[in-house]
């Protein structure tokens, strides 16, 4: 691992349910900036894109791997979290952390509209 080619700042976001509720009983949901980290970010398009795999597949979706020194922030929920870098989100497809190593966690990730 070249340490090095961590250099670019990403923003690691959460979602979370207040006390609060909303107009149907359901808990409000609000977001909050967990963490900052330096981390290596690689565009994943065109061939990814392409090929004989159904549309809207979670690989078709996405657009960049981001990669980061694992014990950074390990628990990364696709469901609750969300990272941005400047002020663009993306929202995460899956993660990866290659050969159950826990060197580095590879986030696969979409832009957000």
Not at 19 to 30: C, N
Not at 54 to 81: G, Q, R
């Amino acid at each position: 691992m070249n340490r090095g080619e961590y250099n670019k700042p990403v923003e690691i976001w959460e979602k979370y349910k207040t006390e609060e509720t909303d107009d149907l009983g359901e808990a409000v949901i609000k977001e909050r900036k967990v963490k900052s980290v330096f981390a290596k970010i690689e565009t994943r398009i065109g061939s990814l894109l392409s090929g004989n795999r159904p549309a809207d597949t979670v690989v078709e979706k996405t657009t960049h791997k981001i990669s980061y020194p694992f014990y950074n922030f390990p628990e990364l929920l696709p469901k609750w979290n969300y990272l941005k870098i400047g002020n663009t989100k993306f929202e995460i497809d899956y993660t990866l952390d290659e050969g159950f190593r826990h060197i580095e966690l590879q986030v696969f990730v979409h832009e957000m509209k």
